[in-house]
T-cell receptor, first 114, second 118 residues
Framework: AQKVTQAQTEISVVEKEDVTLDCVYE???????LFWYKQPPSGELVFLIR??????QNEISGRYSWNFQKSTSSFNFTITASQVVDSAVYFC???????????FGQGTRLTINP | GAGVSQSPSNKVTEKGKDVELRCDPI?????LYWYRQSLGQGLEFLIY????????KSGLPSDRFSAERTGGSVSTLTIQRTQQEDSAVYLC????????????????FGPGTRLTVT
């Protein structure tokens, strides 16, 4: 069975601090895909990144970066110089090659205080 | 362009009543998904439609839940004889995936329908 664990239920930091959201996944498949989604207060899930299991290169997009480590089954997300607009619930998700459904973690509620 | 839209945005119903939730996917997206987000269960997959293929209903929690997709576009999720535990946000997503490689495409989500069963 597949499982995604986001151990941090809530994180609160002051604006401009860096913050890392942890994601640990479980699967026996060798081909799979990992995702991060952002859910702002409006409720709509916003796609941030998709990474396949064969690509362990770290990804950077502006203030966002992702660290994928198969050795520890982790796909962590770092926001550098956080801003109030980054406040949201962030979900890590997994799906398998050929599968349709996303398996989500429980989400991490991130609050950036001014 | 237009994203995934859902209606209504909020629905309050009495226990035992039937409800219908609507989803309009992104134009041209062949795959459509329903998920449910509740406090106790997080985000759960409900059902998946891909083109004209038979839907994957493996996530539907009971036979009170059903969904259809007409003309390969709009989808309706129906909950019969609603129960209080059905209260949740129902999210619809669509993607441009094809049947052979469904996981190769990211899913784009709508704003959800918040269902409250009293």
């Amino acid at each position: 069975a597949q499982k995604v664990t986001q151990a941090q239920t809530e994180i609160s930091v002051v604006e401009k601090e860096d913050v890392t959201l942890d994601c640990v996944y479980e699967t026996r498949d060798t081909t799979y895909y990992l995702f991060w989604y952002k859910q702002p207060p409006s409720g709509e899930l916003v796609f941030l990144i998709r990474r396949n299991s064969f690509d362990e290169q770290n990804e950077i997009s502006g203030r966002y970066s992702w660290n994928f480590q198969k050795s520890t089954s982790s796909f962590n997300f770092t926001i550098t110089a956080s801003q109030v607009v980054d406040s949201a619930v962030y979900f890590c998700a997994l799906n398998l090659q050929g599968a349709q459904k996303l398996v989500f973690g429980q989400g991490t509620r991130l609050t950036i205080n001014p | 362009g237009a994203g995934v839209s859902q209606s209504p945005s909020n629905k309050v119903t009495e226990k035992g009543k039937d409800v219908e939730l609507r989803c309009d996917p992104i134009s041209g997206h062949t795959a459509l998904y329903w998920y449910r987000q509740s406090l106790g269960q997080g985000l759960e997959f409900l059902i998946y439609f891909q083109g004209n293929s038979a839907p994957d209903k493996s996530g539907l929690p009971s036979d009170r839940f059903s969904a259809e997709r007409t003309g390969g576009s709009v989808s309706t999720l129906t909950i019969q004889r609603t129960q209080q535990e059905d209260s949740a946000v129902y999210l619809c997503a669509s993607s441009a995936s094809d049947r052979d490689r469904p996981s190769d495409y990211e899913q784009y989500f709508g704003p959800g329908t918040r269902l409250t069963v009293t």
